[in-house]
C-alpha cells in the first residue's frame, strides 16, 4: 500500500505516520488478489461479531500489559510531560490508552464565537457535505440519512458543514465538547466494527454509516444545533460519555474517552453557521488529513439565532 501521509498543524510538515496493524489492515481492505480469501473469512469476524473487539478490549486491561506501555511510548514518540499520572502508575495498557493530560498542554482557542477541535487526531472537514466528490477516493459517497437514522435530520443537514476525526491508538482519547453547549440524551446506534483507518475507508467509506456509534446534540446560540458522533471501530471496546445531559458545558469540557483501539468523531454543522479555519479547509481539498490538537481553532461562528 501507499504510505500514509498527514499535515502536521504546528510544525506544518508532512509526516508519514505509523499505522498500527498495517500489515493486517492491508489484507483485509487492500487490493492484493491473492489476500481475497483470507479477508472474506477474516473480516466478518473482527468487524460484524462484536465478541472478537470486546475480547480485545478486556485483554488489554490485565495488569500484564503494562508491560507493553514503555516500548508503545517510545515507537510513537508520545510526549510523558503531558501525562496527569507518571507511566508507573497505570495498572494496565488501556488505562494507559484513556489516559488524562494536564490541562495547560492543550491550550482552548479564546473566543465564545470561537469552535476548536474536539480530540487530538487527523482531520478532514468540509464547508458543505453536497459537494464533496468523495472524502478520500472520488466517486465515494455514504448517506447521510443511514448515518443519522433520520429522514429529517439528514435533510436539515444536507447542505452543512462535516468535521471528521480520526483518533490513531497512539493518539490521546478522550474527547471534548467543540463550543459552548448543552448536550442531549447520548442516541446509540447499533452497528458493526470496521476498522476506519484510511485502508479501509478508501475501500468502502460507507463504513461510517455502518459502524457502531453515538449521536449527541449539542444546543448552542452561536452555532445553532450541532450534531456531534463518536464511531466505534475495531478493537474499540466502548464508546463512554462522562457528560451529564441537559447541563450546560464550556468548550474544552471532557464530553467522553474511548477505550482501546483506534476511532472516529464526526461534527455537522447547519448551514451558514460556522466558517471553518482556511488551513484545514484548504489542506482537505488536496485530501490531506491535518494532525491537530484538542483546543485548536476549527472554525468561527457566521450566525446566531
Not at 489492515?25 to 480469501?37: A, E, H, I, R, S
Not at 502508575?89 to 484513556?98: E, G, K, L, M, V
Not at 449539542?218 to 456531534?228: A, D
Amino acid at each position: 500500500m501507499k504510505t500514509l501521509i498527514v499535515l502536521d498543524r504546528l510544525s506544518h510538515a508532512l509526516q508519514e505516520e505509523k499505522i498500527a496493524g498495517k500489515w493486517l489492515l492491508t489484507v483485509l481492505y487492500g487490493k492484493q488478489k491473492y489476500w481475497w480469501l483470507l479477508a472474506w473469512f477474516l473480516r466478518p469476524c473482527l468487524s460484524r461479531f462484536p465478541w472478537f473487539s470486546a475480547c480485545i478490549g478486556w485483554l488489554q486491561k490485565r495488569s500484564w500489559t503494562r508491560a507493553h506501555i514503555r516500548a508503545f511510548i517510545d515507537k510513537h514518540h508520545i510526549d510523558q510531560s503531558e501525562f496527569v499520572r507518571p507511566v508507573s502508575a497505570f495498572t494496565s495498557f488501556n488505562d494507559f490508552f484513556i489516559r488524562k493530560l494536564q490541562p495547560h498542554v492543550r491550550p482552548i482557542a479564546y473566543g465564545d464565537d470561537v469552535a476548536i477541535l474536539p480530540a487530538d487526531g487527523r482531520y478532514l472537514v468540509y464547508p458543505d457535505i453536497a459537494l464533496v466528490d468523495g472524502f478520500w477516493v472520488k466517486g465515494q459517497r455514504f448517506c447521510l440519512e443511514k448515518l443519522l437514522q433520520d429522514k429529517d435530520l439528514a435533510a436539515q443537514y444536507a447542505h452543512g458543514a462535516l468535521v471528521i476525526a480520526r483518533l490513531c491508538p497512539s493518539d490521546y482519547h478522550r474527547f471534548h465538547f467543540p463550543i459552548h453547549c448543552v448536550p442531549s440524551k447520548t442516541s446509540a446506534m447499533s452497528g458493526s466494527l470496521y476498522s476506519v483507518n484510511p485502508i479501509a475507508l478508501k475501500r468502502r467509506i460507507a463504513i461510517l454509516a455502518e459502524n457502531k456509534r453515538q449521536l449527541t446534540h449539542l444546543s448552542s446560540l452561536r452555532f445553532g444545533n450541532v450534531l456531534c458522533i463518536e464511531v466505534g471501530a475495531t478493537c474499540v471496546g466502548t464508546i463512554h460519555q462522562t457528560f451529564c445531559p441537559g447541563e450546560h458545558y464550556v468548550k474544552g469540557e471532557e464530553k467522553g474517552y474511548f477505550s482501546f483501539g483506534g476511532s472516529t468523531m464526526l461534527l455537522f454543522f447547519l448551514p451558514g453557521r460556522i466558517l471553518l479555519d482556511h488551513d484545514l479547509v484548504e489542506a482537505s481539498q488536496e485530501r490531506l488529513e491535518v494532525r491537530g490538537l484538542m483546543g485548536q481553532s476549527l472554525g468561527r461562528a457566521l450566525s446566531e439565532l
